[in-house]
T-cell receptor
Framework: TQLLEQSPQFLSIQEGENLTVYCNSS?????LQWYRQEPGEGPVLLVT?????EVKKLKRLTFQFGDARKDSSLHITAAQPGDTGLYLC????????????FGKGTKLSVIP | DSGVTQTPKHLITATGQRVTLRCSPR?????VYWYQQSLDQGLQFLIQ???????AKGNILERFSAQQFPDLHSELNLSSLELGDSALYFC?????????????FGQGTRLTVV
């Protein structure tokens, strides 16, 4: 069973602070996705990274895929209350089924 | 709005009962996935259908079954329900044009078994 470990599990910060969320596995993934989920809603895709060492930026969010394609990080600069939510990483196995293995998520609260 | 429609949004039922959850994928998407989300387990992949055929199975109990119809909508059937089946059930769809294809999630069905 391929597992994705996310850390920290909970994060509460003040508006304007920076933060990093980590997603680690002992398995290699062909691609990795980051989702954000708000209460009562389904996860919404933020980014997909496919190449080892790849860095993608989405406004104040920076995503990195590890060189070995086993880990990833999400860095948020100058967090805002609107960033509050559950951040999930999900890995694709590349086995042809396109199913995703999800981490348990990081629950972020940004306090005004 | 992701374009994926799930019904019903909430469902309360008693132990031992059977329920059916419905999912309409985004227009043009051939692949449908079902996930279960509980507080302690996170999002768990249950099953995937592609163009009417089962493509992959995850942690799906034998009491659960699914199918995808010719119009590509899918149903997840949960029977002999137990208290532990209470969870959010999500459907996602993708065009499946490439590995790790972007999956669009519905708003989920919150199932409460009492």
């Amino acid at each position: 069973t391929q597992l994705l470990e996310q850390s920290p599990q909970f994060l509460s910060i003040q508006e304007g602070e920076n933060l990093t969320v980590y997603c680690n596995s002992s398995s290699v993934f062909s691609s990795l996705q980051w989702y954000r989920q708000e209460p009562g809603e389904g996860p919404v895709l933020l980014v997909t990274v496919v190449t080892g060492g790849e860095v993608k930026k989405l406004k104040r969010l920076t995503f990195q895929f590890g060189d070995a394609r086993k880990d990833s990080s999400l860095h948020i600069t100058a967090a805002q209350p609107g960033d509050t939510g559950l951040y999930l990483c999900a890995g694709a196995t590349g086995a042809g089924s396109y199913q995703l293995t999800f981490g348990k998520g990081t629950k972020l609260s940004v306090i005004p | 709005d992701s374009g994926v429609t799930q019904t019903p949004k909430h469902l309360i039922t008693a132990t031992g009962q059977r329920v059916t959850l419905r999912c309409s994928p985004r227009s043009g998407d051939l692949s449908v996935y079902w996930y279960q989300q509980s507080l302690d387990q996170g999002l768990q992949f249950l099953i995937q259908y592609y163009n009417g055929e089962e493509r992959a199975k995850g942690n799906i109990l034998e009491r659960f079954s699914a199918q995808q119809f010719p119009d590509l909508h899918s149903e997840l059937n949960l029977s002999s329900l137990e208290l532990g089946d209470s969870a959010l059930y999500f459907c996602a769809s993708s065009h499946m044009a490439r590995d790790g294809a972007e999956a669009f999630f519905g708003q989920g069905t919150r199932l409460t078994v009492v």
